[in-house]
């Protein structure tokens, strides 16, 4: 979740910074589902690595939410 977490202040705001906090209880253990059955069903596997699906979701998340992207100085 932390490499997450700095993936995301990277892309979106380098100057944010990403706190630790305890787990809820009704927390996931696991992160990284097992997709051996979309496989095996029907077909599908992931076509987009992580980095460059981030870049999509902020696109898709500032277009939905009328918040403009902030230029580099």
């Known amino acids: 979740m932390l490499e997450l977490a700095e993936n995301v202040k990277e892309l979106i705001n380098p100057e944010v910074t990403v706190t630790m906090t305890e787990n809820t209880p ?3 253990r696991q992160r990284k589902p097992d997709i051996t059955k979309a496989k095996e069903v029907l077909d599908w596997e992931p076509k987009v690595v992580l980095r460059d699906g981030l870049v999509l979701m902020e696109d898709d998340f500032r277009e939905r939410l009328a ?5 580099k100085a």
């Open 26 to 28: 009704d927390d996931p």
């Open 67 to 71: 918040v403009p992207k902030k230029t």
